[in-house]
């Protein structure tokens, strides 16, 4: 098996340019906290984990943008053919105040899964990255808490189903993360490690 810097020659050196351009374009546009977001820090552990060759980086990335990037396509293909967005949260795509190529850069959702799955196919997938993604995942959402509530960053403060907030801070976020491990990375980690040899056998 390939590991290390060596795992990934051209992909390693796609994903720096990527952040080169992409990290400050989006700052700029939408300011440091959007870096908070679980799919902008999906871009930066998995273009570290390209970057290195590690399996565990990303493995947790997968996890974490695999459903984001399928609900992200519904949503914006929805949105352009019926004018209709069908779960939300896209609905910056259509900010015309946003230049259109850093709203195109947001494309990132479509390209990320797919470079992460190409990569598990080499260095395989490490039965690590749910707890991984998991903590993060708690962290940013005990962060994103302290932003001010206009922001529903990881949405801290509404569920993105119910536009509802459920009781007090910690209860909310215990029902957010619940919901986003069990729904979401939780089948995404058997689908993973159901397609992908375990880390470390990969060929």
Known sequence: MTTGTTAFPVLRWVGLVWM???????????GWANLLHLCDVAVILGCAGLWWGSSLLVSSQAVSSLAAGILWGLDVGSRLLTGRFLVGGTEYMWDARAPIFVRL???????LPLALLWALRKIGYDRRALALQAAIAAGLLVASRFLPSGFNMNYAYQDPLFHRFWGP????????????????YWPTHLLLSWMFPVAGAAK
Do not use: K, N, Q
Not at 20 to 30: D, E, G, H
Not at 105 to 111: E, K, Q, T
């Open 169 to 184: 801070a910690p209860l909310h976020l215990a029902v957010i993360f619940v919901g986003a491990v069990a729904l979401l």
């Open 105 to 111: 850069l947001s494309s990132f959702h479509l390209g």
């Open 20 to 30: 080169v351009v992409w990290l400050p374009a989006y700052m700029r546009v939408w």
